[in-house]
């Protein structure tokens, strides 16, 4: 099964390549290389799930690189990083809210039949397919510690 998302990145390039969106053109080709070098390392063609999860660990990167450059007084190349997130963003779907959070924590912890600490592993692969892309993992992780701690 071929990747509509990939596509649509693809699709992007070109768009912005007619445009003369330079820097459009040169961070989307960022994600481009990032998707063709998880395809020629696996040897897979990658579906919309896994292009997805490569996504989200691009826009996780820019959030770290923001929060160094800041703390380093470059706020040029801080600039450079939020243009790339947001350009990331636009392929993510739309974020969960707290509350579809903790509303997917509860239901999954109920379906899971999940008391402690030993069921984190269980709920979190549970959790991972259907928040990739929409939460920020380490914390739905962090929360999820909280309930079950």
Known sequence: MSSTLKQRLTDEVKVAMKAGQKDR????????AALKQQEVDQRIELDDTAVLAILDKQAKQRRESISQYEAAG???LA??????LALIQEFLPQALTEAEIDAMIEATLSATGATGMRDMGKVMAELRPRMQGRADLA???AKLKQRLG
């Open 74 to 76: 470059r706020e040029d």
């Open 139 to 141: 914390a739905v992780s």
């Open 79 to 84: 600039a450079t990083e939020r243009f790339e």
């Open 25 to 32: 053109v040169a961070a989307l080709r960022l994600l481009t």
